[in-house]
């Protein structure tokens, strides 16, 4: 990779990182949660914010999708949450996954991770392909169908995502807290060690292998992939100008072989590959704006 | 070209009629009256 081109990817990955630290912050901007060693009860939190933020961290202005699912289905209605799945259905046909390469604050830490240096691992192709099919599990089995027929105790559904695999939750909220409540200590048991457990498996082949929750497991990377395709939002390889180099391939943290599957739901639009190309064919955009562009040209 | 264009408009109308529809059924008030209180599930409690 020349010079320039190199120059070029890290101004868009610092470019990038600007964007999500501030994502982040702005999504988790209640300070005073930290102090207070509570969560925040204001009315913003009616509205679901479209990444994955768990509403139980001190900071959090806005409820998380993925949990606010899981809520009403596990509620006396037992139904899918038409508010929930309306709003993902908004962000998913206008953004697509660019909610997961900029705006979501555990890509952030995995983008993080993934800077130490160490020998970063390719999954083998033919078991990458099957395990990206895991996170549509993850969502139907977990986020809708468990919560829904599966009755707790107290006669509602568990929001089974959050309970057991949710790392962004033991992360954000559970380990935060536990440190600050003293009464939050004293319960931590089993389901805590659990929990710290599979966030600390995560993070540490977040260092090795770049957004491996968000290719594996994440259940809101599986809706948003469902839009990724027709999304206002795209990613175009022109063929024409593509010289089939393979840089675009090799910075891709998704693994994607891009000139083939950059329309395909697993890209994260994260602009990695339009950085390193060479021969600038990669070209992205709000497709809808272009073709009025064109349409009036 | 033109599908994409059906989906997404399709995406856009269903998304903003299902938003509207679970506003009417007072979704937002029981996501609210979860998201206030710490969800000791989310944090690994039980």
Redesign the interface.
Known sequence: MSRMHRDRLKRQGRLRLCVQVIAAAFLNGYAAGFVKKSIFTGKTKLFCVPVLNCYACPGALGACPIGAMQTVAGGKGRSISFYVLGLLMLFGTVFGRLLCGFLCPFGLIQDLLVRIPLKKLTVPRSADRLLRYLKYAVLLIMVLLLPAAVQNELGSGDPWFCKYLCPAGTLEGGIPLVLLNPTLRSLAGVLFTWKTAVLLSILILSVKIPRVFCRYLCPLGAFYALFNRFACYQMQVAEHKCIACGKCTSVCPMQLDVPQEICSGECIRCGRCKAACPADAIRTDFSVLREKQEHTA | ?K???I??LC??L??????????L?G??????Q?????????????
């Open positions: 070209m599908r994409k264009r989906l997404r995406g856009l269903c998304g903003a009629a299902l938003t509207a529809l679970g506003i059924r979704e937002p008030e029981v996501i609210l979860k998201a206030v209180k710490i969800c000791l599930e989310c944090i690994g409690i039980g």
